[in-house]
């Protein structure tokens, strides 16, 4: 077999340490009917190989939309992409040729999607969709193919692969087939892997497995990976650093210990404040009051101000700009000092 | 699946038998009589009358009848006209013409009508769209004598691209092109529209962005991806469509003269060939039967989530 055949040109013209990733002011809207929803609004962050970046924040903050911008599967209408670059190897995805991109994609960034059973096509066997990856790109033959599913399918652990492989997506468990599509995605060896909440749907036995597994193969393959996920409790242990996402911006980003230990912005203290724990076992959780934000109606100044516990007047008039506030650790936030200062982090 | 099919072909006979015995109550009990009927204005002969209906059972119960018909059947005998044609040759000459000119007008819808809904789907609320929906609801909405007639005039008469009426008795294929446009017609408006609303729906579906994120070609996502699940309803439609295509062409074997099923049920009705009716009918809901049975293993081959036991 030929496992590491390929080959990976942009590997040797990348700067040593330099990110695989970066987004830059990212900005995107959907014009409907209704109205403009500003979906995404400066989101910037960046991945580098072998590193595991966490995107968190409640659900329509934005997290989804920035990975499809990302991948080049944004539904375009509605969407618009109205600023903004997205570098891969320093160069702009957004403005390469259609085929450029689709290259790319699949083979070099590769997403795994929440919802395997919708995600993946229900009247093709497992065994199709995955040989699909070899028989598309490197046109290999079907039986080979076939040899490689299976293959892919003994990766992720998968019981009895080669009795297995003919099998359709709805005859597998929802931890399989969450299985099936990270093997999907790792087919052919990408750099970087967009995890979109890929243990949601789970049950919560079954949750960890498949993050163990993923965070098992991105270790070894040194790749890149993006975490989305609106649960903390989740990325603890995986992740290197966290992007806290707040209608269709970020507004923290630090290492994952020292987000934790010492939020420096109010909505990430309110989001850890609502996990439970277990030495604040009977108490009542605490919940960040009010809901997230009209899209189409972004209140003015800092988006978070109806809801934030510290908010002045400036919160109403100005939008904080996302500043670093000590070494690695960023925070959008007009009174980021005073809530680091408060929790010790400095 | 061996026993689901067996189950369905047992379901068949209850439901042959109901439809048939219908038939058969409907033409012999409101038709009129078929004997006196031979005579026309004429008096008609006491003598050979009370013969024929010795021959024919007429004297005995309508269930008696209808079980000297049944048994007959079942040994292939359809009986026999009043003017003495066995019916079974007579249904051997038109069925083939009949199926003929379904597997035109089905080829038609297939190609035309997929194609047509693939592109008003792939391109929602675009000029193509627009272009598709209104025709569709103008074929729709138009009686198809009318439409018969309209392409008889233009296509065969004015333009002279296909015969516009068929040679009597045994039709060649390029007779059967235009009334298996007409008759194709609606049953294709229905196929471009399920088809567009399918793809449509399918193509913000969450497969369809997996197989783009996975790469491959926008032909192949498309066509083997998109375009597969979609065609589920529409495989549903067509294969029913089929047996409809059948029976249904009485007014378009009319139009273009055509002497298929269609138009051997209208003379047999006009001359009371009571025989003839019920025998073509019933061979009609025989394929009526099977072709909605075929469409329902083909649904389970389309969609493997469907499993038949
Ligand atoms: N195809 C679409 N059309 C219109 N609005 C969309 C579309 N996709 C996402 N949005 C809007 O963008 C916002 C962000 O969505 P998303 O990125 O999916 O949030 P999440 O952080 O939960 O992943 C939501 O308010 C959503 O309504
Ligand atoms: S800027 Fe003001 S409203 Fe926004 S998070 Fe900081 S304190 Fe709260
Ligand atoms: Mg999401």
Known sequence: MTTNQQTKPEKTDAVPGAPLLEVDDLHVEFRTRDGVAKAINGVSYSVSAGETLAVLGESGSGKSVTAQTIMG?????????????IRFHGRDMLKMDKDERRKIRGKKIAMIFQDALSALNPVYSVGFQLAEMYRVHEGMSRKDAKARAIELMDLVKIPAAKERVNDYP???????????????????????????????????TVQAQVMDLLAELQRERHMGLILITH????????????????????????????????PAHPYTEGLLASIPRLDLKGQDLYAIKGLPPNLMRIPSGCAFNPRCPYAQDICRADVPPLIEVAPARHSACHFAQQVLDKNGGS | MGRYVVRRLLQMIPVFLGTTFLIYFMVYQLGGDPISAMFGDKAADPVFVRQMREEYHLNDPLIVQYWYYLTGLLTGDFGTSFSGIPVADELKRAFPISIRL???????????????????????????????????LIV???????????????????????????????PTWEDLILPGIVLGSLSLAFVARLTRTSIAENMRADFVRTATAKGLPR????????????????VTFLGADLGALMAGAIVTEGIFNVDGVGRLIYLAVTKHENATVVGAVAALVIVYLVMNLIVDLLYAVLDPRIRYA
């Open chain 2, 102 to 136: 379904a597997l035109i007008a089905f080829a038609i819808e297939i190609v035309v009508g997929v194609g047509a809904g693939l592109l008003a789907g792939l391109r929602r609320g675009k000029f193509a769209d627009s272009v598709v929906l209104v025709t569709t």
């Open chain 2, 140 to 170: 729709i909405s138009i009686p198809v004598f009318v439409l018969g007639y309209v392409v008889q005039y233009w296509l065969g008469l004015k333009w002279q691209l296909f015969p516009a009426t068929a040679t009597p008795g045994d």
């Open chain 1, 73 to 85: 599967i944004l539904d375009m209408p509605p969407g618009v992409i109205t600023g903004g670059e």
């Open chain 2, 219 to 234: 032909r192949r996502v498309v066509t083997v991806h998109l375009l597969r699940n979609s065609l589920i309803p529409v």
């Open chain 1, 170 to 204: 709805h005859q597998f468990s929802g931890g399989m087939r969450q299985r099936i599509m990270i093997a999907m995605a790792m087919a052919l060896d990408p750099e970087l892997i967009i995890a979109d909440e890929p243990t949601t749907a789970l049950d919560v």
């Open chain 1, 231 to 262: 649960d903390l409790g989740v990325v603890a242990d995986v992740a290197d650093k966290i992007a806290v996402m707040y209608a269709g911006r970020i507004v923290e980003h630090a290492p994952v210990d020292k987000l934790y230990s010492s």
